[in-house]
């Protein structure tokens, strides 16, 4: 691998002041200087290749690469006929990172998925500490700030997660953090509306707030978020997000709401919003997520929540299989239409979501789920459960 001159006389001089100097000058050192020495050479034999591992770009710039490969078993219910189980690959993803300085960074997503062309899922750039200290501005694409704030730690998505926050905007956040009151402000191109599956079976969709690949509308978007955390020790750790999203439809969104049987809308209404609250609470392994969703586009009003408690149990003493949460989560998508048979975006539903996460060892889990899903058709019930189990490596 290829280094800096510079990085390789500084670590040439680095090893002539430690190896050679540490015996000339040992006598003179107190024990606290001699004991820093002693570890400092340990931490060194244990990172052998430290330099090897570090990359400079053209400019000076600092490069990492991270990434994430998830591989899965499926085996899905469609209307009361069974598909085949089968192995897919869901994604490979390659996250590149070059920080220009200590506040100054960009970084972004590459997804990889089977077929699909190959695509930029997320990328930021990122300023800390600016304008001010404990401030940032992001600019990029990336998710509502509720998606950070959700602690999804299944493969699947509550149902308001699908509905309302899944995807990435073009946007320009600026935020901030004060003590333990934290907030952001957000203008971008919005999403637009479309339709989107559940969970892995891509039957009975439902109204999704989609990545804006066309039809760019201006800056059609405006997010408010305002939160408070806090440790409280013995008593636990509380993390509560207020959320607000004003939102200007297309064309497109206007012409997407007049198909859905049961709209009253008109052309001329193009305003909407997202609003609501997600609650965090967790003390030792426990952790109960909560959240609420409502929203409006147009006359078509839409409401949903889901409640999360999981449990984590750390075994430190195994090297393999050493942590294991159980997670479940309940949660409903009300619509405010009656609903089709013919037309599943028009569908009342809740979702049961069953999970075992599995640490196998570190950066990899082994996630074993099962979905519940059930839906007011305005007519026969349909069969559409599923069962996951998914390999996640991250690196």
């Not at 390659?94 to 920080?99: A, C, I, T």
């Not at 479309?194 to 109204?207: L, R, T």
């Not at 426990?286 to 959240?291: A, D, E, N």
């Not at 997670?327 to 979501?353: N, Q």
Request: glycine share 8%; aromatic share 12%.
């Amino acid at each position: 691998m290829k280094i800096t001159k510079r990085l390789f006389l500084l670590w040439m001089s680095m090893m002539l002041v430690l190896v050679i100097g540490r015996s000339s000058v040992q006598a003179e050192l107190t024990p606290e200087m001699k004991k820093e020495i002693d570890e400092y050479m340990e931490k060194k034999q244990a990172e052998e290749g430290l330099v090897d591992k570090l990359l400079t770009t053209k400019k000076g710039g600092k490069f990492s690469l991270g990434g994430e490969l998830e591989y899965e078993y499926v085996d899905v219910q469609n209307g009361g006929k069974k598909a085949e189980p089968h192995f897919v690959l869901d994604k490979f993803v390659l996250q590149p990172k070059v920080n220009i300085n200590e506040d100054i960074s960009i970084e972004a997503q590459l997804y990889f998925q089977p077929h699909n062309k190959t695509s930029i899922n997320e990328f930021h750039i990122m300023f800390k500490n600016i304008p001010c200290k404990h401030t940032y501005i992001d600019a990029g694409l990336f998710e509502r700030e509720i998606k950070n704030h959700s602690h999804r730690i299944t493969e699947g998505y509550p149902l308001v997660g699908t509905a309302f926050w899944r995807d990435d905007e073009y946007a320009l956040s600026l935020g901030g953090e004060w003590k333990s009151l934290y907030g952001s402000l957000l203008v971008g191109d919005g999403l637009a509306l479309g339709e989107k599956q559940v969970a892995e079976d891509s039957s009975y969709k439902i109204i999704h707030d989609n990545k804006r690949d066309e039809d760019f509308n201006g800056l059609s978007e405006f997010n408010a978020n305002f939160g408070y955390r806090n440790d409280y020790g013995k008593l636990g750790k509380v993390d509560v997000l207020l959320f607000y999203v004003y939102k200007e439809l297309s064309d497109s969104d206007i012409e997407f709401l007049m198909d859905i049987p049961g709209y009253e809308g008109d052309l001329d209404d193009k305003s909407g919003f997202r609003r609501g609250f997600g609650a965090d609470y967790s003390i030792g392994g426990l952790r109960l997520y909560g959240q609420y969703i409502e929203a409006e586009d147009g006359e078509l009003k839409r409401s949903g929540w889901y409640i999360q408690p999981s449990y984590k149990v750390k075994l430190a003493q195994r090297e393999y299989f050493n942590a294991f949460e159980v997670v479940f989560r309940y949660g409903e998508l009300d619509m405010d239409v009656t609903p089709d048979p013919a037309d599943s975006r028009t569908w009342d539903r809740d979702k049961i979501a069953i999970a075992l996460i599995s640490d196998i060892c570190k950066n990899v889990k082994l996630k074993t789920e099962y979905y519940v899903n059930d839906e007011d058709t305005g007519a026969e019930d349909v069969d559409n459960d599923e069962f996951l189990t998914q390999l996640e490596v991250k690196f």
